[in-house]
């Protein structure tokens, strides 16, 4: 059984980088039919999706914060990333990363880490 | 992008039925999904692909799509439903992925 788990600094300072972690045990993330995904949730503004990216390495981000966001894999680690740049208080939210699949025209995400707080304040 | 709409909260007796619905243009071409969320967990699949239920998902909950709008139905709904349904789908350009903004539901 797939499992995620964030990982990172649960406080950043106003403008530097905000950096998670997210680690795929039970399972390779090298599968084909799935993308890694990362999802925050603000306490007042909602869900909002940050992206996606494939094993393969080809990133597809938010295009709200496309310019500030970066996301990896690393296949060896089993792992993949986000970095998100220029961090304001806006940013602060609960961070989860999960397991995205679609299918003509469906997505669903059928795993989800357990959510990391961050919180961007100096 | 594009909006789902929820109704923000929603109240069914225990062992009642209760329809959760969402709407957006979207959902005209695009299937939606549901999660249930509960406080301090992270959300767990209910319903995929607007009518698919995922393995270990009681069969008192289902979906449907008609139009605009995607519903989530609980038949006999039990104590431990209560938590927050969210509905999300692919936006417009098939790209991206939006979030309706939550439904709280209630078990008298």
């Known amino acids: 059984q797939v499992q995620l788990q964030e990982s990172g600094p649960g406080l950043v300072q106003p403008s530097q980088t905000l950096s998670l972690t997210c680690n795929v045990s039970?399972?390779?993330?090298?599968?084909?039919?799935?993308?890694w995904t990362w999802i925050r949730q603000h306490p007042k503004r909602g869900l909002e999706w940050i992206g996606h990216?494939?094993?393969?390495?080809?990133?597809y981000y938010n295009p709200s914060l496309q310019s500030r966001v970066t996301l990896s894999v690393d296949t060896s680690q089993n792992q993949f990333s986000l970095k998100l740049k220029s961090v304001s208080a806006a940013d602060t939210a609960v961070y989860y990363c999960a397991r995205e699949t679609r299918a003509h025209a469906s997505v669903w995400f059928d795993v989800w880490g357990q959510g990391t707080p961050v919180t961007v304040s100096s | 992008s594009s909006e789902l709409t929820q109704d923000p909260a929603v109240s069914v007796a225990l062992g009642q039925t209760v329809r959760i619905t969402c709407q957006g243009d979207t959902l005209r071409t695009y299937y939606a999904s549901w999660f249930q969320q509960k406080p301090g967990r992270p959300p767990l699949l209910v319903i995929s692909?607007?009518?698919n239920r995922p393995s270990g998902i009681p069969d008192r909950f289902s979906g449907s799509s008609s139009g605009g709008t995607a519903s989530l139905t609980i038949t006999g709904a039990q104590a431990e439903d209560e938590a927050a349904y969210y509905c999300y789908s692919r936006d417009s350009s098939g790209n991206h992925v939006v979030f309706g903004g939550g439904t709280q539901l209630t078990v008298l």
């Open positions: 990216i494939h094993f393969s390495g080809f990133p």
């Open positions: 039970g399972g390779s993330i090298s599968g084909t039919s799935y993308y």
């Open positions: 692909g607007n009518t």
